[in-house]
């Protein structure tokens, strides 16, 4: 089945403490890219992927990282998370820039 | 900068009406436009997308309309089902950033039996 999978689904964590939040895809997608979603904020763009090795700044970018070493993955990490980025986090994928982006299921993420 | 608006932020209908969600964006410098679907606690599922070219686009009982020049699109969803209860999202990409994607905050809908 095509689809995008995120893990954990759920994680709950302290203050500092590294974390990496795996984003998978089996569709042989290009582009790649991380979203926060916040109540009253709405969805907005970490970082995005636009093919292995490629990676680049979306809006809120600050204290997160990537990379994409092969095709399939782009895991996103929070080198010391604070509680500012508790949030629910989704990965999508797309054939290329410009087409249409599957989401993942969604990570929740809480940081004490 | 891109400012995505989706007005109402809420919507209650009686099932059978059609539903009519508005997306307003200000740079008419679009690549693509595309909407999406969201139920509570999932991911969003892509609906329809259309190309800056295009002025609509069609999916069974969907249709989306979109006028660059006013900055705007509409997503038009015929005879609506207690099933079509969920929050709808539109999301612009502009063309000199390719690779970002800007989203409005979205309509909560409600389809009442």
């Known amino acids: 089945e095509a689809q995008v999978t995120q893990n954990p689904r759920y994680l709950i964590t302290v203050t500092g403490k590294k974390l990496t939040v795996t984003c998978s895809q089996n569709?042989?997608?290009?582009?790649m890219s991380w979203y926060r979603q916040d109540p009253g904020l709405g969805l907005r763009q970490i970082y995005y992927s636009m093919n292995v090795e490629v990676t680049d700044k979306g809006d809120v970018p600050e204290g997160y990282k990537v990379s994409r070493k092969e095709k399939r993955n782009f895991p996103l990490i929070l080198e010391s998370p604070s509680p500012n980025q508790t949030s629910l986090y989704f990965c999508?994928?797309?054939?290329?820039?410009?087409?249409?982006?599957?989401f993942g299921p969604g990570t929740r993420l809480t940081v004490l | 900068k891109q400012e995505v608006t989706q007005i109402p932020a809420a919507l209650s209908v009686p099932e059978g009406e059609n539903l009519v969600l508005n997306c307003s964006f200000t740079d008419s410098a679009i690549y693509n436009l595309q909407w999406f679907r969201q139920d509570p606690g999932k991911g969003l599922t892509s609906l329809l997308l259309i190309q800056s070219s295009q002025r609509e686009q069609t999916s069974g009982r969907l249709n989306a309309s979109l006028d660059k020049s006013s900055g705007r699109s509409t997503l038009y969803i015929a005879a609506s089902q207690p099933g079509d209860s969920a929050t709808y999202l539109c999301?612009?990409?502009?063309?000199?950033?390719?690779?970002?994607?800007?989203f409005g905050a979205g309509t909560q809908v409600v389809v009442t039996p």
């Open positions: 569709m042989n997608h290009e582009y």
């Open positions: 999508a994928s797309s054939l290329s820039v410009t087409d249409t982006q599957y």
């Open positions: 999301a612009v990409r502009t063309t000199d950033s390719w690779g970002k994607l800007q």
